[in-house]
């Protein structure tokens, strides 16, 4: 458990001085926020995704659709893992 909580703060705080680290050659770096381009009305009616699909043909809709894609489907489970990590700890 410490050389987890030791790991974590260099990750979060980066290396003490107490440990060598030289704070003059420190660097910053540049965060670029991706931002997508605009996409007009038309465009937008246009794009179909699962989400719409099961909200305009409900769950029988959703079902046979997915049933019938002959594609891999990918889903993004993320949030719900880290919300039960939470809940577990």
């Keep these: 458990e410490k050389f987890i909580r030791y790991l974590s703060s260099i990750a979060i705080n980066g290396q003490p001085p ?39 043909q409900g769950p029988e809709g959703y079902a046979k659709y997915v049933r019938e894609n002959p594609s891999l489907m990918i889903t993004d489970t993320t949030w719900r893992d880290a919300h039960q990590s939470l809940l577990a700890t």
Excluded at 22 to 45: C, F, G, H, M, N
Aim: charged fraction near 30%.
């Design 18 to 56: 107490e440990l060598g680290a030289d704070l003059s050659r420190a660097t910053t770096t540049t965060r670029t926020i991706y931002r997508p381009p605009p996409v007009s009305k038309e465009e937008q009616e246009q794009i179909k995704g699962t989400r719409s699909i099961l909200l305009e």
